[in-house]
């Protein structure tokens, strides 16, 4: 039978199993191989039972003081032994005796004899102290009787157990006390509340002390609370299961399962090496909360030469746990950090096939942010680039960051709470602007049956290091939860660290309140387009964000004053129509390629609009619903028209019909005339014989003095005028007049678009009659507006009763328009709706209306005369111009408009005296408190017409 242990020698002990008992761990044979360990049982002795299952988790009498006198000794010591009995294998108990070292002698201390003289433990057999005398020398001494016969060493032993025995119940101590301890065990979950127990330690912010009893594995241990703390009185002596924060390490595997479980790679090697250091330690542990089944205790263990986490991943005996390092102390987090990456660096334990993640492609990329995708995701054009080709913009998602999902609207899955708060936070974070991206790993994502490799990283903005973790500072995203072997952002602590903050402020995700859907006005829809267009026309100037770009000048637009979405569309241009989305035209039939400069001016648009803040100017709706107008980029200095920039650029072309009708300004068509003639963009490509050479700017006009009428008054500077004695009136008076005796009052079918000109029904007081008018719009219910070119003035009447076709030699093209629009020069009102304007508007009835005016005609602009008025007879007569300024009921425009007409005449020197004169009628009318001055000065920003 070969022996376990030597009959001499000396081990470490591990661990101590009650009062008479200890495990014993020997020397490894070889540096990878495992320790010996052994189960000692001191030899004639028996101490109390402990607490365990068998005796329904209650100590015998003495049992607890027992086992932690002997733990508190020599735990982690080394003693030496001396074996008396053992068995054939090592899975046997041994029994023998222990020494120690005595603190009062030099002598080594017998622990078996001092257990019994301490009452931990008695006798197993019981004689009489007194029979022989026996010497005060442990049994290793050999002493002579008077008879020089030597002491047998066993006679000895027992006689000093029988002594000690004695001398403990003499002395009531230990078992022999009147009222030896007696613990009931109690076990967390079974007998209190785990959670209970953390609430207690954090709100009292301070460690409890703990034996660590046993190791599952090396990050999860059962605890038995040692703290006589008085906050903590209620938990002495309770037992619960502890997850060591911040760690993960392989599990062992269990053999008393059926079917067992095999233990994972290095988890006997992370067991033993927490054993070696913790067990039966009484250290103070650091609670900061539960797993999600709520049975386990996450904490921290202070040990008094370091931290067991660190040197664990600096061993490669674990990996750090993101779920629990989550709610540890965040200072603690970046030790673990450079641990865990050290360990990666030598591929150590674990680590041992590690290898740094392959990118396909640049670590990083540096361009300017072209699309917010999700709230996490983003379209970004790298520098030196050339934007031809969707497929050279790079989509990048922020690193170990989960925005909240977009919803589809095609399958009913609405947005999940603050995601397009999140999405819109990160457009104004990054569209438009220079983004540099680190990137850390690569993720293949699901598309459809394929799948495409995606980037994560860190990307930093000018003034902002991370957009991600400001998302999740102010609540708008969380940290992504990582398995323990994933890659993640090296700032994931940091990110962490956010969320916490965040949580604690209760921001967004994190609020108590409940979520209430941002539900928008959907103006798409081309009835509710047109029902709406009204208020949008009347509105002015309104912020929008493009969020969806068609063609270069057609978008999706969405007002945050309106709370709507519109399809938006540039007035009088028209660019060419680029490739469709393959994708959502798969089922609809062959794909219809794109138009010249079609794909080019769309990714201009995405460049310049898509995602910006811009200003729009309502001005028509189409019969598709499409609101139009003119469209705003940049604020400040950098403000400009994009309609100008698609002509400059040769991205657009300009309706001909509306330059036909002379509803195209001066400046869209000189922008136009440039791009041609220096054959940029559409205008490079072979024009075709249909396409009309565009107008010549008109020439500049000659000063004239010449007697009109006023016909219509739109407001106070805008008018219609007819010429006095002109024959062109009376030909056209008598010509309509013959034009309803002929056709009766009867409407009749005609070609209905804007522009054409027809004849429309009207009754001035004296009967119906047919007048000449041009259509402008198109209304709902069968209704269109028209303007009386011959008059000026505009109505709304019916398609079916109150339009017929004009008679070709009343065209314009026969007899031109009698009512010519004019503008009174360098004056600027306010529109009727307020005072003031309506003010403005009465002052010019009463001084012109159903009288021959004098004008003189000053400069064209817009198709429009600019014009001086007053009345010839008035001898010396102010201007109207001054007389509204003088009132306070006009303003006199900046000087960027003055000089604007001194370029579009022949001779500005009269206009240069005109805005002299205004002025310092203006100054009398701010000091005088009149009109629109009554309250002080007025802002730049104050409405104009």
Not at 397 to 417: F, Q
Request: proline share 5%; net charge neutral; charged share 25%.
């Amino acid at each position: 039978m070969r022996p376990v242990l030597p009959n001499r020698g000396i081990a470490v002990v591990k661990s101590v199993l009650s009062g008479d008992t200890v495990t014993l761990l020997g020397r490894a044979t070889a540096p990878d191989a495992k320790a010996p360990e052994v189960v000692f049982t001191f030899e004639r002795v028996t101490a109390p039972r402990m607490a365990s299952k068998a005796n329904s988790n209650r100590d015998d009498p003495g049992a607890f003081p027992a086992r932690e006198w002997l733990r508190g000794l020599c735990v982690g010591k080394s003693v030496s032994f001396e074996t008396r009995k053992q068995g054939a294998t090592a899975g046997d108990r041994v029994y023998g005796l222990l020494f120690f070292p005595s603190p009062e002698d030099s002598a080594p201390m017998n622990l078996a004899v001092e257990s019994v003289r301490r009452g931990h433990a008695i006798p197993k057999v019981f004689g009489d102290p007194e029979k022989e005398p026996v010497s005060n020398d442990n049994a290793n001494s050999e002493s002579n009787n008077g008879d020089n016969e030597p002491i047998d060493p066993i006679q000895n032993y027992e006689r000093q157990l029988q002594l000690a025995f004695q001398e403990a119940k003499s002395n009531q101590v230990g078992v022999h006390s009147p009222s030896p301890l007696v613990r009931e065990l109690k076990n967390a979950v079974d007998d209190f509340v785990p959670s209970d127990l953390v609430n207690v330690c954090l709100s009292k912010k301070t460690p409890i002390k703990c034996v660590l009893e046993y190791i599952f594995d090396g990050s999860r241990y059962r605890c038995l609370i040692a703290d006589e703390n008085p906050i903590f009185k209620s938990y002495l002596h309770s037992s619960f299961t502890m997850i060591l924060a911040g760690v993960s390490c392989p599990r062992v595997g269990n053999s008393r399962i059926d079917p067992p479980t095999q233990s994972e790679p290095l988890a006997d090697e992370a067991r033993q090496f927490v054993e070696l250091r913790l067990l039966h330690r009484e250290l103070s542990i650091s609670l900061h909360g539960t797993d999600k089944s709520g049975a386990c205790v996450v904490g921290t263990v202070h040990h008094p030469r370091g931290s067991i986490a660190v040197e664990l991943l600096k061993k490669g005996l674990g990996r750090v746990s993101d779920w629990s390092a989550r709610i540890m102390d965040p200072l603690d987090l970046p030790a673990l950090r450079v641990a865990e990456n050290s360990a990666k660096r030598t591929n150590t334990g674990v680590w041992v096939s590690y290898s740094p993640p392959e990118l396909s492609g640049a670590s990083e990329i540096t361009g300017v942010v072209v699309e917010v995708l999700t709230g996490d995701t983003l379209a970004i054009l790298p520098n030196g680039v050339q934007y031809d080709d969707e497929s050279k913009l790079c989509k990048v998602s922020l690193a170990s960051v989960r925005a909240p999902r977009i919803g589809n609207e095609k399958i009913g899955k609405v947005d999940e709470p603050y995601a397009a708060e999140c999405k819109d936070r990160l457009r104004v974070l990054t569209v438009g602007k220079q983004a540099k991206v680190t990137v850390h790993y690569e993720r293949d994502i699901p598309m459809g049956q394929n799948s495409v490799t995606r980037q994560f990283g860190t990307i930093s903005v000018p003034k902002k290091e991370d957009v991600g973790e400001i998302l999740i500072s102010e609540g708008l995203a969380v940290t992504q939860r990582h398995r323990d072997d994933d890659e993640k952002s090296p700032r994931y602590d940091i990110l962490c660290l956010a969320e916490n903050n965040a949580k604690a402020a209760k921001k967004g995700v994190h609020s108590d309140k409940d979520y209430g859907h941002r539900n928008s006005n959907d103006l798409t829809n081309p009835q509710k387009a047109k029902s709406y267009s009204g208020s949008l026309m009347r509105s002015g100037s309104l912020k929008a964000i493009v969020e969806y770009v068609f063609n270069g000048s057609r978008f999706k637009v969405f007002i945050p004053s309106e709370n709507c979405h519109i399809v938006f569309a540039l007035e009088n241009l028209r660019c060419p129509q680029p490739s469709p989305n393959v994708s959502s035209n798969a089922a609809r039939g062959p794909v219809k390629e794109a138009e010249p400069f079609g794909d080019i001016s769309k990714r201009h648009a995405r460049l310049s609009v898509l995602q910006r803040n811009v200003e729009l100017v309502c001005g028509g709706v189409t019969m598709g619903g499409v609101i139009t107008g003119q469209l705003f980029v940049g604020t400040g200095a950098q403000r400009r028209d994009y309609s100008l920039e698609l002509l400059g650029a040769g991205y657009a072309t300009i309706d001909q019909r509306k330059i036909d009708y002379g509803e195209v300004s001066k400046v869209l068509i000189d922008a136009q005339t440039v791009s041609q003639s220096k054959k940029i963009g559409l205008w490079s490509l072979e024009q075709t014989s249909n396409v009309t050479d565009m107008p010549t700017v008109q020439a500049k006009i000659k000063e004239e003095v010449i007697s009109v009428r006023l016909s219509e008054i739109r407001n106070g500077r805008q008018f219609f005028y007819q010429v006095v004695g002109s024959e062109a009136a009376g030909v056209v008076d008598e010509s309509m007049k013959l034009f309803t005796s002929n056709h009766g009052i009867s409407g009749g079918a005609c070609d209905v678009r804007n522009g054409k000109i027809v004849a429309a029904l009207f009754d001035d007081g004296s009967g119906k009659s047919w007048y000449r008018a041009k259509i402008v719009e198109r209304k709902d219910k069968g209704k269109v507006a028209v303007l009386f070119i011959d008059h000026g003035n505009i109505g709304v009447v019916p398609i079916s009763t109150h339009l017929r076709p004009l008679d070709t030699d009343l065209g314009v093209d026969k007899i031109p328009p009698v009512a010519k629009e004019a503008l009174l020069a360098l004056t600027h009102v306010r529109s009727l709706d307020e005072d003031d304007g309506f003010d403005a508007a009465k002052m010019l009835q009463n001084l012109a209306w159903g009288k021959d005016m004098s004008i003189r005609k000053l400069c064209e602009l817009d198709g429009k005369l600019v014009v001086t008025m007053f009345d010839p007879a008035t001898e010396n007569a102010k201007t109207i111009n001054e007389q509204l300024v003088a009132a306070g009921l006009a303003r006199v425009p900046k000087q960027v408009e003055v000089n604007t007409m001194i370029r579009s005449m022949a001779d500005g020197s009269s206009v240069k005296e005109l805005s002299a004169l205004l002025t310092t009628a203006q100054d009398q009318a701010r000091k005088s408190r009149s009109g629109m001055w009554r309250y002080g000065d007025i802002g730049d920003d104050d409405e104009e017409i």
